[in-house]
């Protein structure tokens, strides 16, 4: 008995090792023009996009032209909206190395191992050797680069993110559009003692109130700060850091967001910025359908507006310089790049963005121009065109930023420190010991 | 050894087959995947890296260095404790009031059962509402009518209110179920028992402690038993209402143990506080056993 | 994301109890009347989240927005319903499930009291270890085992079938129905199988002749109890399919979910109304007849 346990024991370890490791034998990454006949067959797409948007949608029907070319062809979009359980999914196929030929991620610290182990496709040179790498927005691309500046990503999307106001309820309150940053706390006083929630936020999703962390950090010191705070080379005990803690708890002291944020989720907060209760909603251009057309609220719709991230004194970055991102990317799977994926993507990447522009959205390349939907109200436009007008640097969201585990405490420190449950230093000296304790295993 | 033979004549290969096919299912699908994932309790493996043997590192980490580990374990005794005083004590509750009950037990049965059927997805929506604050949910508007407006609260954001809000959901959620159970064997209590009781003069409370739960104590100790497996598994409508927050009030051992392993990465380390799950389950069917037996006897 | 082993019954460990008093006891009015304003309570605390649920699938997305979720709807509209049949394929969603849970069903039933049986009946020299072995599944976290479950399914090639789903349903499910079989097997009194064995019937005949069908009620409860987990699983549906014919209920819920997380929930709330009907309806016909076996296997013995 005890000796079957024990070959049994062997047997478990070695099942899993033998796929974990098996991964090894991939091609070669850089070489992004394979040669050969383009053998028509059916290739997968996992992604986490909405299953009835645009970028589906038009993928779809990419798929189907290219099938008319090339009998046998298909398309298999697996799609995973809910971002939890498709990373889930995503990290489960890894592991037993059954990637499909083209994957959603961000560029988190996982992906970047697994571009390490040479399991996705040089992006940069995909898209140079098709000839479209110069179409691309540089802040599009540089979205999905990896910290070292390499790129196994495409992005699919182009968005900025806003805060949107409405201006009657700012007026009443007797406040004005913030210049600084530093503003905002006394502005939400205001509005709080004329009876207004200040800002409406998805507290459930966790990522909206870790935009907030972000902001002061960037304009303070820049987009290197996140950098070294990552990898424990910038604390949160420095001064950048101490700036947006302050600043955070200042945020919470002055009863910015709605009572009990914590656990209410996207429509909740977007439901009372367009009803008219909030003040303020941090979004992006994602959420123009929503917000600049006439499917916004009649009540409101003439007094939203917005403006982009305010700037401090002795800002390091550009009023122009913000959160702008391309959204969660398609890396290539290197072990099964073959002539014909290469061929596939050569075609849709030339299609795509003509059809997404067509759809009122922002594409990730500059050679197409957006259509305004005929519901548009002016805010529409006025959006869309900050996009021409940015500057060289953003501010990337610390999400995909951080060590996934340092990440997950930073979350849920955040509520505390905005909720007033535990002290600017506190929350310091957590977070500091987080990133001691985890950064090294993630970026060795 | 004397096995436990009802049959007088029954050969080895009737055994093997009615055995077998069960036994094969269930040591490839779950037993052999368990065990592999128990062993990675000694493993550091991030997926997609080379498995890295570390010995009992894993456990050290988790019984000393981890304060979000012990947190969460507290909280999943409070959670199973919520869970079970709805459970048990809200099932024996209605049982016994549905005994009293002539006509529609059966409608009634039924609709008790109706919240189990709902997917969680929805129920925690639902939930989330009626803690809701601004705007005021169903509960802060009660509290507000019967005038204890004082005790108005976010009461999923509020750090000491968080962990009981979230029990509450999965506690009500299948007290009907084992409603049914201890209802069933409520009504197997002999009439004359409780009639010759009465006789005697024996008052509702005794009646109740001397005759009928003795009698259902073997159905008792079953739904206690599963009742608390449940409770402390328990992982969904934590990990949708709040997911373990604000901060670490409302962090499961269940929910940490997702996040370790898919959130994190770190899978064997994921696997260790999983093994501490199973052992913390066995210890507790343990103590039920321990506990309502001795009573018994 | 819930695991699919499920809490249940055991309806006849109640030991056999003689014939119904006959005459009731008379119990104090103010007793009853109190009980009955009890039961009502909570009768309205149970049911108002489906009727919620139904109301709210009822509303116009403005009113949802705006409005107070506890009021009366402004206006009734069935353009949720129209939208969710639009964005998802509900129908074979529902199909897919019904499939799976079937499917899962029968495998938990079957070997469940197959097991039972070898294990409590027939006995054997092992069984004490094997009934062990079965008690480790009932209390083991069912997360933890999804990255090892998916290597070794991918290994033998079950990935993105309907067994995929079906086998770690059943395999996670069948310790509870292995456990409720033999705790009923207890109670049927040993005299019943040596009359049989007697009569000249081998432990097959017994099986089909004898313990089949005076299982059937345990058979109804475990159906009924697996039925609610399975139809609403989602960690196994996720992590095991990937083709878009094979999506289930949770799986197709997730079609209501927009950019960045945006939720439709007026459409979400139409489909979840649709997709719990047939269990809604299977479930009362089947509550029934387990209630009703469970009450004459209790009284009548």
Redesign the interface.
């Known amino acids: 008995m005890k000796n079957a346990f024990r070959a049994?024991?062997a047997a478990?370890?070695a099942?899993?090792?033998l796929?974990?490791?098996g991964?090894g034998s991939s091609t070669d990454p850089s070489n992004v023009s394979p040669t050969g006949e383009i053998k028509p067959r059916e290739i997968?797409w996992?992604l986490s996009?909405?299953?009835?948007?645009a970028v589906i949608n038009i993928m779809k029907k990419i798929a189907d032209d290219y099938a008319k070319d090339h009998p046998g062809f298909e398309l298999?979009?697996?799609?995973?909206?809910?971002?939890?359980?498709y990373?889930?999914?995503l990290?489960?196929?890894?592991?037993?190395n059954?990637l499909?030929e083209l994957f959603d991620t961000d560029a988190t610290p996982?992906a970047q191992?697994?571009a390490k182990?040479g399991?996705m496709v040089d992006a940069e040179k995909l898209l140079k050797t098709l000839d479209v790498y110069d179409d691309y927005r540089p802040g599009a691309l540089d979205y999905q680069r990896f910290d070292d500046g390499s790129l196994y990503m495409i992005p699919f999307q182009f968005e900025l993110e806003f805060i949107w106001y409405n201006k009657a309820l700012l007026e009443k309150a007797g406040v004005a559009v913030p210049t600084s940053l530093d503003d905002i706390p006394a502005m939400c006083t205001a509005l709080r003692n004329a009876g207004i929630?200040p800002i409406a936020i998805?507290?459930?999703?966790?990522w909206p109130l870790e935009r907030y962390v972000a902001y002061q950090p960037f304009r303070e010191a820049g987009p290197d700060f996140v950098q070294k705070l990552k990898k424990g080379e910038a604390k949160f005990a420095d001064p950048a850091g101490q700036k947006t803690v302050t600043w955070l708890a200042e945020l919470g002291k002055a009863k910015c967001f709605?009572?009990?944020?914590?656990?209410?989720?996207?429509?909740?907060a977007?439901?009372q910025f367009?009803?008219g209760?909030a003040a303020m909603y941090n979004i992006?251009t994602?959420?123009l359908p929503s917000l600049a057309t006439d499917k916004l609220?009649p009540d409101v719709r003439d007094d939203i507006d917005f403006f982009t991230l305010p700037t401090t004194e002795g800002s390091v970055t550009a009023a122009n310089e913000f959160v702008s991102p391309s959204g969660i990317g398609m890396a290539v799977n290197a072990k099964t790049y073959d002539p014909l994926v290469s061929d596939f993507l050569k075609f849709a990447l030339d299609k795509y963005p003509a059809e997404y522009a067509a759809t009122g959205a922002l594409s990730p390349t500059t050679d197409v121009e957006t259509a305004i939907p005929a519901n548009a109200t002016p805010l529409y436009q006025k959006a869309l065109d900050q996009a021409d007008n940015l500057g060289s640097k953003q501010a990337m969201p610390w999400d995909t930023q951080l060590d996934?585990?340092t990440?997950?405490r930073l979350?849920?420190?955040l509520?505390?420190l905005v909720?007033g449950?535990?002290t600017p230093e506190q929350f310091t000296s957590t977070m500091d010991n987080a990133i001691a304790q985890?950064a090294p295993k993630f970026f060795k | 050894m004397q096995p436990n033979r009802m049959l007088p004549n029954r050969s080895r290969t009737s055994v093997l087959v009615f055995l077998l096919p069960p036994l094969l299912l269930y040591c490839a699908a779950v037993l052999f995947p368990i065990f592999q994932s128990l062993f990675l309790s000694f493993f550091s493996w991030n997926g997609i890296s080379d498995m890295e043997f570390v010995g009992l590192d894993n456990y050290v980490r988790m019984f000393v260095a981890d304060d979000i580990f012990w947190r969460a374990f507290l909280n999943a005794l409070i959670y199973l404790a919520i869970c079970l005083v709805l459970q048990l004590g809200g099932a024996l509750v209605v049982a016994s009031l549905l005994t009293s009950l002539r006509r529609g037990r059966e409608l009634i049965k039924t609709l008790y059962l109706l919240p189990a059927v709902i997917s969680t997805v929805a129920i925690a929506f639902l939930f989330v509402r009626i803690y809701s604050i601004d705007p005021a949910g169903l509960l802060n508007q009660l509290l507000h009518w019967i005038g204890l407006g004082s005790l108005e609260r976010p009461w999923l954001s509020d750090v000491n209110t968080v962990l009981a809000a979230v029990s509450a959901p999965e506690g009500w959620r299948f007290t009907g179920l084992y409603m049914l159970i201890i209802y069933a064997a409520l009504i197997a209590v002999p009439k004359e028992l409780e009639e010759a009781a009465v006789l005697d003069g024996a008052s509702r409370w005794t009646l109740f402690t001397k005759i009928r739960f003795p009698y259902i104590r073997p159905v008792w100790i079953t739904t206690t038993i599963m009742a608390t497996t449940y409770g402390l598994r328990g992982f969904d409508i934590p990990y949708l209402m709040t997911n373990g927050g604000p901060g670490q009030s409302s962090e499961l051992l269940t929910t940490y143990m997702y996040k370790t392993a898919f959130t994190s990465t770190d899978f064997g380390y994921a696997s260790t506080i999983s093994v501490f799950i199973v052992i913390e389950c066995l210890v507790a069917v343990g103590l039920i056993l321990f506990l309502l037996k001795r009573k018994a006897d | 994301m819930i695991a699919q082993a499920a809490p249940s019954t055991p309806p006849t460990t109640v030991p056999p109890a003689p014939h119904k008093a006959a005459r009731r006891r008379r119990k104090p009015n103010l007793f009853r009347t109190l009980s009955r304003v009890l039961i009502m309570l909570i009768v309205i605390v149970q049911v108002y989240p489906l009727a919620w649920l139904f109301l709210t699938s009822l509303r116009t997305e403005q009113d949802f927005a705006t409005g107070d979720p506890f009021a009366l709807p402004s206006a009734l509209t069935w353009e949720n319903y129209a939208r969710a049949f639009e964005t998802g394929d509900l129908g074979r969603n529902i199909l897919n499930s019904f499939i799976v849970t079937m499917g899962a069903n029968i495998l938990i039933v079957l070997f469940g009291m197959m097991a039972a049986y070898a294990i409590q009946v027939l006995g054997f020299r092992l069984s004490k270890l094997v009934r062990g072995l079965f008690l480790i599944g009932i209390i083991v976290p069912v997360q933890i085992a999804l990255v090892p479950l998916f290597i070794d399914y991918s290994a033998v090639n079950l990935l993105d079938t309907y067994q995929s789903m079906i086998i770690p349903l059943a395999g996670f499910s069948l310790p509870m129905s292995v456990y409720l079989f033999s705790s009923f097997f207890e109670y049927i009194p040993r005299e019943t199988y040596e009359a049989a064995s007697l009569d000249g019937a081998g432990p097959y005949g017994i099986f089909g002749l004898i313990t089949l069908p005076l299982s059937l009620n345990t058979v109804v409860t475990v159906v009924l109890v697996n039925s609610i987990f399975i139809w609403n699983d989602f960690i196994f549906a996720n992590t095991f399919v990937l083709s878009e014919d094979l999506k289930t209920i949770p799986l197709g819920l997730q079609n209501y979910i927009g950019a960045m997380g945006k939720v439709d929930w007026t459409a979400t709330f139409a489909a979840v109304c649709v997709t719990i009907t047939p269990l809604l309806l299977v479930f009362l016909v089947l509550n029934k007849a387990m209630i009703q076996g469970l009450e004459s296997g209790a009284t009548k013995g």
Do not use: H, M
């Open positions: 049994a024991a478990a370890v099942a899993l090792a796929t974990a490791c991964g997968s996992l996009r909405p299953a009835d948007g298999n979009l697996i799609t995973t909206p809910d971002r939890p359980s990373i889930q999914k990290e489960t196929l890894a592991a037993a059954k499909p996982f191992q697994l182990q399991k929630t998805d507290g459930q999703d966790q709605q009572e009990g944020f914590s656990a209410q989720g996207y429509s909740d977007q439901n367009t009803s209760q992006g994602w959420e609220n996934p585990t990440n997950g979350q849920q420190e509520v505390l909720q449950n535990i985890n």
